[in-house]
């Protein structure tokens, strides 16, 4: 039986090494016409590997399992964004621009070995558990994550609706690891979403670039428009947290703030990676200010248009360092319905800045603060000059006299105050709630003075 064994092992690395002096017999007749050829010392190798593997191993290891941890290991090495997409994994990708995927709703890559999160996306079950950018995913449920692929710790990461799942993270400033339940849920993203934060002003917020992002931005632009009665006087572009997503979707936002010139473009190896993307000649805010809101979260896609609106001086960037994710993947598909996902090219803005592993830096960096109310103890009341017993007159005409205030009486002046309180706290509000958002709009409104100004 142990002669049986062997004499079958000695067939198995027979035909791998058979296989392998094929290949150099090939590699051999077609040299001078390749541009590049086969390692063969590696290749042996592997071959040799592969064997010991099969006849050694305490368990036995089916030949497909092998060969399919050996493209995982290879694909891997490369770089963090590259992957082998198992047919499963290539239709998740195909589903996740769209807009709707299950899950818990958190863009990830890796680092350290370890899963690091580039950004909860907005209202999903990560984001409302308390998930925040730069956490690093220790373990899922019970299970380290060190030694798992990606793909490995995203498939683990989804499953059914309803059902729960704890992420144990490590993050910044926390001298203990925190652990999180989240429930999972069907993912639904709202990309494009608005608002008016004062007559003029308007708010927009990105959350991810899909298919359809472009467009949606468009009719909200014209939807605000129509809110307000006229033209904007400035808006807001809010792509803190945003993991970047579709690159023609990206394109699309930087052109409709744009009065043409270069977007983005990409260099790679091959001259197929090689491209340049240019905007038209309209704006849609017809040249109104514009101040886009970035943090450490804002990846890819969110880069780009930072730093195309950046390098063409059509808005203020605002906020903090952002990611520096600036690599192209370009998806391969395979023939078992399978995919290669892999990096081709770098992206640079329009100066020939490289954003990978740099990001954008913003124009005016905001640090982490938090406003809160004080307490009023004056009970509204304030002195100034006017209110000393004999003051100076101001020399504008005659002092009038100060008029008793009817409590029944309702004027044009009383209803102005209370507009001016109810703006007040509007403006208290947004500080305690969005400080960087509060600073953004009274960035904002400074360039439209400026602008008027001219």
């Not at 370890?114 to 995913?137: H, L, W, Y």
């Not at 499953?159 to 910044?172: M, Q, Y």
């Not at 468009?218 to 579709?246: A, F, M, Y």
């Not at 954003?355 to 103890?377: S, W, Y």
């Amino acid at each position: 039986m142990k002669s049986w064994a062997r004499d079958f092992g000695i067939l198995a690395i027979g035909l791998i090494v058979g296989i392998g002096v094929a290949i150099e017999s090939a590699v051999h007749a077609e040299r001078e016409q390749a541009e590049h050829h086969l390692p063969l010392d590696e290749l042996r190798a592997f071959t040799s590997i592969y064997s010991k593997i099969k006849q050694y191993y305490v368990d036995e290891m089916d030949d497909a399992t092998l060969i399919d941890n050996a493209i995982q290991g290879m694909v891997n090495g490369l770089d963090p964004h590259s992957s082998y997409l198992k047919p499963e994994d290539h239709d998740d990708l195909k589903v996740n621009t769209s807009g709707k995927f299950g899950g818990l709703g958190i863009e990830v890559g890796m680092e350290d070995g370890f899963v690091k999160v580039i950004s909860p996306i907005d209202d999903t079950p990560a984001e409302r558990a308390g998930i925040q950018s730069g956490d690093m995913i220790i373990r899922l449920d019970d299970v380290s994550v060190k030694g798992m692929t990606l793909s490995d710790a995203v498939d683990k990461m989804r499953g059914k609706p309803g059902t729960e799942i704890v992420l144990t993270v490590v993050r910044e400033g926390k001298d203990k690891p925190l652990t999180f339940t989240i429930v999972r849920d069907i993912i639904r993203i709202q990309s494009v979403r608005s608002r008016m934060l004062e007559p003029g002003y308007a708010y927009v917020r990105i959350s991810q670039f899909q298919e359809t992002t472009a467009r949606n931005l468009h009719k909200t632009i014209d939807k605000l428009e129509e809110e307000n009665d006229g033209p904007l006087k400035g808006l807001v572009l809010d792509l803190r947290n945003n993991p970047g997503g579709v690159l023609q979707a990206a394109v699309g936002v930087s052109d409709a703030f744009m009065r043409g010139g270069l977007v983005v473009y990409t260099e790679g190896r091959e001259q197929d990676a090689e491209m340049r993307y240019k905007a038209d000649s309209e704006d849609v805010l017809d040249g109104a200010p514009l101040v886009v809101l970035v943090n450490g979260g804002s990846a890819s896609a969110s880069e780009i248009v930072a730093g195309a609106l950046q390098d063409h001086r059509r808005a203020l960037i605002v906020g903090k360092q952002t990611f520096g994710k600036g690599s192209v993947q370009t998806v391969l598909p395979m023939q078992d319905g399978g995919a290669l996902k892999i990096t081709t090219a770098r992206y640079f803005t329009p100066s020939g800045r490289s954003i990978q592993a740099e990001g954008i830096k913003p124009d005016i960096e905001l640090r982490d603060l938090k406003v809160q109310k004080d307490e009023d103890k004056s009970n509204g009341a304030t002195v100034s000059e006017r209110n000393l017993k004999g003051h100076l007159e101001n020399g504008n005409g005659e002092s009038k006299p100060e008029a008793v205030a009817d409590p029944e009486a309702k004027t044009e002046g009383a209803d102005n105050a209370v507009d001016s309180a109810v703006d007040k706290n509007n403006e208290v509000d947004l500080a305690e709630d969005d400080f960087e958002l509060f600073q953004a709009l009274n960035l904002l409104k400074g360039m439209q003075l400026v602008q008027n100004a001219k």
